[in-house]
């Protein structure tokens, strides 16, 4: 990379304003005869004969499970071969990304949808053992910021977030917030605390459906979530949206500012990356194929119309695996930062 | 419970089948005559005894090294703490308990297993060979498994595993291997639509 | 009244053709994983959930729903025949089930199990209908010191259903914890145990164990003797309960609807904990408990009733606050939300239809279920005669595939393995199983909600006894300690009873 490129904090920021904006562009690769028979040509020779195993480590049902089956649905429709979601659970998805990093077969065969949390899991839990590196990345998905909320029959339903950041450095550690330990839910908070000042008490749990039990119990003041995961909420005004995690305003939470804008800072982005893996060695035809095959499932407008309605925005713009390694090259860099500076990483 | 159900359940109970491993064997039944070189349970609780003490400790250990306590309360090491302490104090209670209470059949006392003190630890010539054998048949099968794919595993190990339950003739061992491998096969693959592991021949 | 108005327009919607046909399904299939060793209804209902992409939502819920439900009638199956739980429910089936079936009462028993479960799915989907609004707020004043009052209150219960050793008995709780210790710790993250394998980081699988202590020691134990011929060798009599069967479970069977009804609508709680609770109670209330652990028919009725419960009440946080409560209902939160149907507040007026529609196919699925198991307890019954030579294999194959389902994962076979040899030779030495496995259950949740308790607490220990419902669930346990104590004291004072009570001639 040479210096005359603009920063990298702005390379970062240009990439999630594109992301949330260039959503849902079909382009003409998309359409389904065309792409269909494209795939079909790139077919090697008696693959796939068998189904192609898609994993998540993540249980089923929850939010990654569900973009995980759309995306197999939507890659069976394209390439006419089958994909079976297999959920490799254990350890907030240690356990998972290690197998996919040390055990999996690099046949074409197995496939994986990951998320941006396997970079903490390689930089901070995998402890030498394994590295994200050994997944190599073929098709985005979408992203999605965090959604910050407080209950509507609580006592800050009133309060934007500003008001909570100045209350919890007026009064440190009585504002109660729902993390999820080791993930980027917790260093969201602990950023937003840095630059900030402010001192939250934070709440450990186990994902995002008991945070929001015990926000509605009024058992802390602030939970964090996935807008699929409260949507219903705020559908039926249980919960109010205080900010969301992106670069840019949710076009589903237009009222709820950004962080950053809360702050008064242009650094505070925290979101989820979805993507397609496979392990690193995969024959080329067959990598080919797989990459095609996820690509023009993620380009479809339907499944984008499917991952809107999830809260999620998908990117036509990132349409070739170099693009999206870039990209999360990107990422890779900022967490790394962040870790470095928090002294989690030596 | 009528007269005649009641004496129906003992004389059913009194049937010859094989008896079931409840935690206290009757206190007035005849001591059983001691085979010649038969290992009793009694003389083995001692060792078990010290291993309790023994991974209470190292567990001991090993809480205390992630931090037992800290400002927000119990941490990491708390529960295993209190669980291995737990362990080795009442494997201690046991070994006191031993030492203290006199060997007597009359005494009902479950801690100190009285009731089947005399009993040997395998009651039967040749068990303990048996059962060492189905484990090791089993950690064959689920190397196989893992290594050789499911149908290779479960067609080869089945049979082994049924002549070493029940020493029948090998012709029954396969049939009995090869039918158990194809219905669990087609049960779990066809209807449940699981796929199983498959070996480096692709099936 | 609206909610009756909901429920018939619901029945409406169900009985078509095609959703009674895919509930069917799902009761039929249900009941088979159930009867299986290993494989559990998170496994099958992860594997089945694609086939429901393409059938309408009330169809792909009745059919999922009816799965998980199916799994609490079939589960109790093996349990009775063989002493092999069909999955953590069922696990306190086996300890007075496998004892009826060894006197020659399976039947009875397969059948008080089946009617029991029907009556209280029934009793816990009643209640369901008219009064879920109010029992969601219930369940959302759950908080973290709730919790581990819920749960000290289970360990209480667990304490009590030790027979033997009460030492012994405590160890296998301690050890019970330990194995859940292993892995991450859920409020800090950090590897615990692990030895620095990422095996043991993903801690150790309930189903695993469960089928190691209770499958694989089972069939050492009796590989021992070799003049084995069948588990009964006598006449079985009584395909069905006896009217003396039916006055000793009738209240068990109400009792079990209830506490299942209770504990499955906290989320967190469920079928596992609500089972043996029950068990705990009915054999705190006998008049006799020296009856328990040697074929009481109450040891069955309860259990068997509470767990069928707990899964009809666990979906009311599901459907009224969008709340999944465990990892089964938080799936069919993702079947009903890739349908495109946001379980919630907002469900009932929103998708009325899909709403009323899964409950009345609860209603539906029960009765199928009923009228499924009760025919096959003859066929079960005669599975008794099937010699261990053809038995046990079958069971150790099952064995191994479904352990190896639950996760595709190897490293749960060798869990499997080592739970068999440690349960086998603890066995031997008297020691007990049950207490192990409930610790298991309970041990993760308990401590983690005592943690976070003293977290959000601003004066420690101080935030358990300024809630009401922290106080009132302690004030049990501490209630059902004093009881036991008591009884135990003036137990000393009486002679020994005989081991096998109902040998007494009366």
């Known amino acids: 990379m040479n210096s005359s490129l603009p920063s990298r904090r702005t390379v970062v920021a240009a990439g999630m304003a594109a992301v949330l904006t260039l959503g849902g562009w079909p382009s003409a690769e998309a359409q389904s005869p065309d792409a269909k028979a494209r795939i079909a040509r790139l077919k090697p020779k008696d693959y796939p004969s068998e189904p192609i195993e898609v994993n998540v480590v993540y249980p089923a049902g929850g939010g990654m499970d569900i973009n995980a089956r759309l995306a197999a649905r939507y890659f069976e429709k394209y390439t006419g071969a089958q994909a079976i979601v297999n959920n490799r659970t254990g350890g907030g998805g240690l356990v998972g990304h290690t197998w996919l990093a040390n055990q999996a077969a690099a046949d074409g065969y197995t496939v994986a949808v990951i998320a941006n949390l396997i970079f903490a899991d390689s930089m901070l839990r995998a402890q030498g053992r394994w590295s994200h590196e050994k997944l190599e990345p073929i098709a985005f998905l979408n992203s999605e910021g965090i959604s910050l909320v407080v209950s509507a029959d609580g006592p800050h339903k009133d309060r934007s977030f500003k008001d909570l950041v100045e209350l919890a450095k007026a009064k440190p550690g009585t504002i109660r917030v729902s993390i999820l330990p080791g993930t980027i839910f917790e260093y969201l908070v602990e950023q937003v605390e840095q630059v900030s000042g402010a001192k939250f008490l934070k709440v450990p749990f186990q994902g995002g459906a008991p945070s929001m039990t015990a926000l509605l119990g009024n058992n802390v003041d602030i939970a964090l979530g996935f807008y699929g995961e409260i949507r219903s909420f705020l559908d039926s005004r249980k919960l109010v949206p205080v900010a969301v995690s992106s670069q840019e305003r949710s076009p589903f939470l237009a009222q709820a500012p950004t962080l950053n804008e809360s702050l008064g800072r242009s650094d505070v982005v925290w979101m989820a990356t979805r993507w397609v893996a496979v392990p690193r060695g995969v024959p080329a035809d067959r990598k080919a194929y797989l990459t095609a095959g996820f690509t023009a499932a993620a380009q479809d407008p339907e499944l984008q119309e499917e991952f809107r309605k999830l809260g999620t925005v998908g990117n036509t713009a990132l349409d070739t695996p170099e693009k999206l390694t870039r990209q999360l090259g990107e990422l890779v860099r900022l967490e790394r930062d962040f870790y470095t500076r928090t002294g989690r990483l030596k | 419970m009528t007269a005649e159900a009641s004496r129906a359940t003992a004389a059913a109970t009194r049937a010859p089948f094989a008896p079931a491993p409840s935690p206290a064997s009757r206190p007035d039944a005849p001591l059983p005559p001691a085979r010649s070189g038969a290992i009793r349970i009694a003389s083995l609780e001692p060792v078990l005894d010290v291993v309790w003490i023994v991974v209470g400790v190292a567990l001991c250990v090993q809480a205390w090294r992630l931090g037992a306590w800290s400002a927000n309360g119990p941490d990491s090491g708390f529960v295993p703490l209190v669980a291995g302490a737990l362990i080795a104090a009442c494997a201690g209670l046991l070994v006191v308990r031993r030492a203290m209470a006199p060997a007597r059949r009359a005494s009902n006392d479950p801690d100190t297993a009285d009731a089947a003190d005399a009993e040997p630890f395998w009651a039967e010539r040749g068990a303990w060979a048996r059962v060492c054998a189905l484990v090791a048949g089993l950690v064959a099968l689920v190397l196989l498994v893992r290594f050789a794919g499911f149908i290779t595993a479960s067609a080869l190990m089945m049979p082994v595993l049924t002549r070493l339950i029940e020493k029948r003739s090998w012709w029954f061992a396969i049939g009995i291997g090869l039918a158990a491998t194809a219905a669990v096969h087609v049960v779990f693959t066809r209807l449940l639509g699981m796929s199983m592991p498959r070996g480096p021949w692709g099936f | 009244m609206e909610a009756l108005q909901g429920l018939l327009g619901g029945l409406s919607v169900i009985m078509t053709p095609a959703n009674l046909y895919y509930c069917f399904i799902g009761s039929l299939v249900g009941t088979l994983i159930g009867v299986l060793p290993g494989i559990g209804p998170l496994a099958a209902l992860s594997l089945l959930m694609p086939v429901t992409f393409t059938l309408s939502p009330v169809a792909s819920i009745a059919m999922l729903a009816a799965m998980f439900y199916g799994a609490m009638y079939g589960g109790s199956t093996t349990s009775i025949l063989v002493?092999?739980?069909?999955?953590?429910?069922?696990?306190?089936?086996?300890?007075?089930?496998?004892?009826?079936?060894?006197?020659?009462?399976?039947?009875?028993?397969?059948?008080?199990?089946?009617?029991?479960?029907?009556?209280?799915?029934?009793?816990?989907?009643?209640?369901?209908?008219?009064?879920?609004?109010?029992?969601?707020?219930?369940?959302?004043?759950?908080?973290?010191?709730?919790?581990?009052?819920?749960?000290?209150?289970?360990?209480?219960?667990?304490?009590?259903?030790?027979?033997?050793?009460?030492?012994?008995?405590?160890?296998?709780?301690?050890?019970?914890?330990?194995?859940?210790?292993?892995?991450?710790?859920?409020?800090?993250?950090?590897?615990?145990?692990?030895?620095?394998?990422?095996?043991?980081?993903?801690?150790?699988?309930?189903?695993?164990?469960?089928?190691?202590?209770?499958?694989?020691?089972?069939?050492?134990?009796?590989?021992?003797?070799?003049?084995?011929?069948?588990?009964?060798?006598?006449?079985?009599?009584?395909?069905?309960?006896?009217?003396?069967?039916?006055?000793?479970?009738?209240?068990?069977?109400?009792?079990?609807?209830?506490?299942?009804?209770?504990?499955?609508?906290?989320?967190?709680?469920?079928?596992?904990?609500?089972?043996?609770?029950?068990?705990?109670?009915?054999?705190?209330?006998?008049?006799?408990?020296?009856?328990?652990?040697?074929?009481?028919?109450?040891?069955?009725?309860?259990?068997?009733?509470?767990?069928?419960?707990?899964?009809?009440?666990?979906?009311?946080?599901?459907?009224?606050?969008?709340?999944?409560?465990?990892?089964?209902?938080?799936?069919?939160?993702?079947?009903?939300?890739?349908?495109?149907?946001?379980?919630?507040?907002?469900?009932?007026?929103?998708?009325?239809?899909?709403?009323?529609?899964?409950?009345?196919?609860?209603?539906?699925?029960?009765?199928?279920?009923?009228?499924?198991?009760?025919?096959?307890?003859?066929?079960?019954?005669?599975?008794?005669?099937?010699?261990?030579?053809?038995?046990?294999?079958?069971?150790?194959?099952?064995?191994?595939?479904?352990?190896?389902?639950?996760?595709?994962?190897?490293?749960?076979?060798?869990?499997?393995?080592?739970?068999?040899?440690?349960?086998?030779?603890?066995?031997?030495?008297?020691?007990?199983?049950?207490?192990?496995?409930?610790?298991?259950?309970?041990?993760?949740?308990?401590?983690?909600?005592?943690?976070?308790?003293?977290?959000?607490?601003?004066?420690?220990?101080?935030?358990?006894?300024?809630r009401p419902l922290t106080v009132g669930l302690l004030a049990l346990s501490a209630l059902l300690v004093g009881a036991v104590a008591i009884g135990r004291l003036t137990r000393r004072q009486r002679p020994a009873p005989l081991a096998h009570p109902q040998l007494k001639e009366t």
């Open chain 3, 83 to 466: 002493n092999i739980p069909g999955e953590a429910a069922s696990v306190v089936t086996c300890l007075d089930g496998h004892q009826m079936a060894r006197r020659g009462r399976a039947g009875a028993a397969l059948g008080m199990a089946a009617i029991g479960s029907f009556i209280a799915g029934t009793l816990s989907l009643v209640a369901l209908t008219f009064f879920s609004p109010l029992l969601a707020g219930v369940a959302l004043r759950f908080g973290p010191p709730e919790y581990c009052a819920l749960m000290l209150l289970g360990l209480v219960c667990t304490v009590l259903m030790i027979e033997g050793s009460a030492i012994k008995g405590v160890m296998m709780i301690a050890l019970g914890f330990v194995f859940a210790s292993i892995g991450l710790d859920s409020v800090n993250g950090t590897e615990r145990l692990t030895f620095g394998s990422t095996d043991l980081a993903g801690g150790i699988e309930l189903v695993a164990v469960v089928i190691g202590l209770f499958g694989v020691s089972e069939v050492l134990i009796n590989i021992e003797q070799l003049a084995r011929n069948e588990i009964v060798a006598t006449r079985i009599r009584n395909i069905l309960p006896t009217v003396e069967d039916w006055r000793m479970s009738w209240k068990p069977i109400l009792r079990g609807s209830g506490l299942g009804f209770l504990l499955g609508v906290v989320p967190g709680g469920g079928p596992v904990t609500a089972s043996f609770m029950s068990y705990a109670l009915e054999r705190r209330l006998a008049s006799d408990p020296g009856r328990f652990g040697h074929g009481a028919i109450e040891g069955v009725a309860g259990p068997e009733s509470a767990n069928n419960s707990a899964v009809a009440s666990g979906m009311i946080p599901l459907l009224t606050l969008g709340l999944p409560g465990n990892a089964v209902t938080a799936l069919l939160m993702g079947a009903l939300v890739i349908q495109g149907v946001q379980p919630g507040p907002s469900m009932m007026t929103e998708h009325a239809d899909v709403f009323w529609g899964v409950i009345a196919s609860m209603y539906v699925g029960n009765v199928m279920l009923l009228v499924l198991n009760l025919p096959l307890v003859g066929l079960w019954v005669q599975l008794l005669r099937v010699p261990y030579a053809i038995l046990f294999p079958v069971i150790l194959l099952l064995a191994v595939v479904g352990t190896y389902s639950t996760n595709k994962n190897f490293f749960d076979l060798w869990v499997m393995l080592a739970f068999g040899v440690v349960g086998y030779v603890l066995r031997k030495f008297r020691y007990e199983m049950s207490p192990l496995v409930l610790a298991l259950v309970l041990a993760p949740l308990l401590e983690q909600s005592l943690r976070q308790s003293l977290v959000m607490s601003p004066d420690g220990f101080g935030i358990f006894v300024d």
